[in-house]
C-alpha cells in the first residue's frame, strides 16, 4: 500500500482526509499535517518528520498538498534531499483523496495512482448549469 502525507495550510489536512474518510472509510498509511498561521518553517518540518515516521516506508511516501509554491510544497520539496522517494502532488481535494483511497490497495505503481488521482481532481471540478425555467408570465402570445 502506498503511504500517504496530506499536508495543507491551516487545518484543512485532518479534515479533508476526515472527510474522505467518511466515505471510503478509515485509512491505514495515512497522516496529515497542518501548518498553521505563525509556526515556523521548522515546526512544520519537525512535524512532518514525526509523521513520516509513523509510515511503514516513510521514503516512499505520496505526499498530497493545497497549493504549489505554498510553504507546505516548499518544504516538502527540500525534504526530497533526505527523503528522494516522496513524491508531491498539488490541488488536493476530496476526488483526488478519494481516489487513491480506493486504488491505493492494489497493486498500482505509485506513477499510475499519481496519473488517475490528478485525472480524478480535475474531473472532480463541475460547475452546474441551471436551465432556465420557463415562466407562463414570460411567454408571448
Given at each position: 500500500m502506498?503511504?500517504i502525507?496530506?499536508?495543507?495550510h491551516g487545518?484543512?489536512?485532518?479534515?479533508?482526509?476526515?472527510?474522505?474518510?467518511?466515505?471510503?472509510?478509515?485509512?491505514?498509511?495515512?497522516?496529515?499535517?497542518?501548518?498553521?498561521?505563525?509556526?515556523?518553517?521548522?515546526?512544520?518540518?519537525?512535524?512532518?518528520?514525526?509523521?513520516?515516521?509513523k509510515?511503514?516506508?516513510p521514503n516512499?511516501?505520496?505526499?498530497?498538498?493545497?497549493?504549489?509554491?505554498?510553504?507546505?510544497?516548499?518544504?516538502?520539496v527540500?525534504?526530497?534531499?533526505d527523503?528522494?522517494?516522496?513524491?508531491?502532488?498539488?490541488?488536493?481535494?476530496?476526488?483526488?483523496?478519494?481516489?487513491?483511497?480506493?486504488?491505493?490497495?492494489?497493486?498500482?505503481?505509485?506513477?499510475?495512482?499519481?496519473?488517475?488521482?490528478?485525472?480524478?481532481?480535475?474531473?472532480g471540478?463541475?460547475?452546474?448549469?441551471?436551465?432556465?425555467?420557463?415562466?407562463d408570465?414570460?411567454?408571448?402570445?
Open positions: 502506498i503511504p502525507l496530506v499536508c495543507c487545518g484543512s489536512a485532518p479534515k479533508l482526509v476526515e472527510t474522505a474518510e467518511m466515505i471510503a472509510g478509515k485509512q491505514d498509511e495515512c497522516e496529515s499535517v497542518e501548518f498553521l498561521m505563525g509556526e515556523s518553517l521548522d515546526k512544520l518540518k519537525g512535524d512532518i518528520k514525526t509523521k513520516l515516521s509510515l511503514n516506508n516512499d511516501v505520496l505526499c498530497l498538498v493545497d497549493l504549489k509554491g505554498g510553504t507546505p510544497f516548499n518544504v516538502l527540500q525534504m526530497t534531499e527523503y528522494p522517494g516522496l513524491d508531491i502532488v498539488t490541488g488536493v481535494n476530496i476526488p483526488m483523496l478519494l481516489q487513491t483511497f480506493i486504488q491505493r490497495p492494489s497493486s498500482v505503481s505509485k506513477e499510475e495512482l499519481m496519473n488517475s488521482i490528478i485525472d480524478a481532481a480535475h474531473k471540478i463541475y460547475e452546474f448549469e441551471k436551465e432556465p425555467s420557463v415562466n408570465s414570460d411567454e408571448e402570445f
